[in-house]
């Protein structure tokens, strides 16, 4: 039976509500040979609903709640809990006349790319992930360029007389922009490449937390700029793609670990240049009418030995080296399941880590609607 109203009223028209919700079963191989992965076998690895309004032709609201099991929300290391408002911002826009918008709110910044719910990240992921407050403009997919600059509240305050002085309840503003440029539909060849600047990258959510559990302040000396750059090439439902990220300069706010002797501990050492890249192909094809798609990524950073990431636990190291590999089957458009194995490689004793090797894997189901 068709239950939709000849004449919808507003609301109907004009509000649109959707969600997601991932369930991982991880067997918790990694723990056997990686300290800090004892987590819980099963669990809802994120849950969230959004609200999209459009108030009028020219400006909409969305809200997006979210719950995180695996790191207290994206990267909040003030949190106890994983519930929180995972964005929520307004657009000022109307596509079918302009491709120019402006937007403000909490958002991800457009600072690399990456799943913003993955089972398991490449490094090159983890180093952009950054969510701030702000404001936004640019243009979207202006012939297939979509182009944005932002300023923002940043996370972190700081020190504006090089004495100890932390000037202001809220953080310092960061700011930065992105080009990207994509052509073509999977149905034939397609490709697509983008570039962004982040005036301080120590406000990703990963170089934030490495700073806090160090300096137990939200603080830092110098503002270091980051670049990143990525490109996808593909042919129908062939796709091969990379992506790098990396800080501009050593900064004495990041720290690494240095191991010394046979010192069991490792000790903090102020300066890192952190950076990463992931490189990785993927194939989709039908099978029994179902979407299937497998792909492989390898990841490799550089200068992030001991660097701590996620929950800002000591033990939240990152790797040196991964690799993952993932099935997907596509149940419906609404339902999945994938299976995601990777390894890690911890840097050597004489790098700064143990040098230890572990495996991780991930059965999920996933939902839309």
Do not use: C
């Amino acid at each position: 039976q068709n239950l939709t109203p000849k004449n919808p009223s507003w609301p109907s028209q004009n509000v649109n509500v959707t969600g997601f919700g991932n369930f991982d079963f991880i067997p918790k191989t990694m723990q056997k040979t990686l300290a800090g992965e004892e987590g819980d076998y099963f669990a809802f690895s994120n849950l969230g609903v959004n609200l999209d309004a459009k108030v009028a032709s020219f400006f909409g609201l969305h809200v997006g709640v979210a719950y995180f099991n695996t790191n207290k929300g994206q990267g909040d290391y003030s949190k106890n809990t994983g519930l929180m408002i995972d964005d929520a911002f307004f657009t000022i826009a109307n596509f079918n006349t302009s491709p120019f918008f402006l937007e403000g709110g909490r958002f991800y910044l457009p600072f690399g790319q990456y799943d913003r719910y993955a089972a398991v990240p490449t490094l090159a992921q983890i180093l952009s992930i950054a969510r701030e407050t702000g404001v936004q403009a640019g243009l979207a997919n202006w012939h297939g360029i979509t182009l944005s600059v932002y300023a923002s509240q940043g996370q972190l305050k700081q020190d504006t007389d090089m004495g100890g002085t932390y000037k202001g309840v809220q953080g310092a503003i960061n700011y930065g922009a992105a080009l990207h440029y994509k052509h073509g539909q999977e149905k034939g060849f397609h490709f697509g490449a983008g570039a962004e600047y982040i005036y301080n990258i120590l406000d990703t959510n990963a170089l934030t937390e490495a700073g806090y559990e160090q300096q137990d302040d939200y603080r830092f000396d110098k503002a270091v700029g980051g670049v990143a750059a990525q490109g996808q090439i593909g042919y129908r439902w062939f796709t091969v793609h990379g992506q790098y990220v990396s800080a501009l300069e050593s900064s004495d706010d990041i720290y690494k670990q240095l191991y010394h002797g046979s010192d069991p501990l490792p000790t903090p050492v102020m300066g890192a240049k952190p950076s990463a890249w992931d490189a990785g192909a993927s194939v989709k094809y039908k099978l029994f009418h179902m979407v299937n798609q497998v792909d492989f990524t390898y990841s490799r950073s550089y200068d992030t030995a001991g660097l701590y990431i996620f929950n800002s636990t000591r033990d939240h190291v990152m790797p040196k080296a991964r690799y993952i590999a993932s099935y997907t089957l596509n149940l419906n458009k609404n339902i999945y399941t994938q299976f995601m194995w990777a390894h890690d490689y911890l840097w050597g004793p004489d790098e700064g880590d143990t040098g230890r090797q572990g495996d991780d894997f991930v059965l999920r189901l996933g939902a839309k609607f």
